[in-house]
């Protein structure tokens, strides 16, 4: 069965980057499917960031594009986002998740979600 | 962007009612329209996709509709687990937007 898991700080500082890790588990990155983040924010909105494909290719939401990172490691069967100059407007939950398109594209496999706080 | 308008932002029901939640898209999105479930403390759950499709799992009692701009899911003989939140997006065309939510609470 194929579960991700979501890491990394639970607390980052105006201005610097936020690094997240979502490692993968029951299936290969590289085999198939689109890896994406999406983010709930306090008030409850949820966004799309982006994603990194089987084949490495990136497409990110053009509102994050001049700040946002997507890649990955595949010998740790890992995909990690970076996001910089972040400010509290980036405090949120972020999830990874599997994407698929399919009559429409859709997000079936989520990791549990990470709560990411920007604060000095 | 697609822009996506989800109505009610919130609906008390008791067990055994049905409820609709619908899902207004800016734009013709062709029925790539998906519906997801979510609870406290947990991630999204797929309830539907391809504004009709049930996901592998997911009760009969839950069921979508709609097309070009319209879409709606409709919860037959509401259980208590279903009470929750639920978040239509788009499915179509990046960036992949979301509604606003329905919270669906115990009357």
């Known amino acids: 069965e194929i579960q991700l898991q979501e890491s990394g700080p639970g607390l980052v500082k105006p201005s610097q980057s936020l690094s997240l890790t979502c490692s993968v588990t029951g299936y290969t990155i590289t085999s198939g499917y689109d890896w994406s983040w999406i983010r709930k924010f306090p008030g409850n909105k949820m966004e799309w960031m982006g994603y990194i494909s089987y084949s490495g290719s990136t497409n990110y939401n053009p509102s994050l594009k001049s700040r946002i990172s997507i890649t990955r490691d595949t010998s740790k069967n890992q995909f990690f986002l970076q996001l910089n100059s972040v400010t509290t407007e980036d405090t949120a939950t972020y999830y990874c998740?599997?994407?698929?398109?399919?009559?429409?594209?859709?997000?079936?496999?989520w990791g549990q979600g990470t709560l990411v706080t920007v604060s000095s | 962007d697609i822009q996506m308008t989800q109505s009610p932002t919130s609906l008390a029901a008791s067990v055994g009612e049905s409820v609709t939640i619908t899902c207004l898209a800016s734009e013709d999105i062709y029925g790539s329209l998906v519906w997801y479930q979510q609870k406290p403390g947990k991630s999204p759950q797929l309830l539907i996709y391809?504004?009709?499709i049930l996901e592998d799992g997911i009760p009969s009692r839950f069921s979508g509709s709609g097309s070009d701009t319209q879409y709606s899911l409709k919860i037959n003989s509401l259980q208590p687990e279903d009470f929750a939140s639920y978040y239509c997006?788009?499915?179509?065309?990046?960036?992949?937007?979301f509604g606003a939510g329905t919270k669906l609470e115990l009357k």
């Open positions: 997006q788009n499915g179509l065309s990046t960036p992949y937007t």
């Open positions: 391809g504004a009709t």
């Open positions: 998740a599997r994407s698929w398109v399919y009559y429409g594209f859709w997000f079936a496999y």
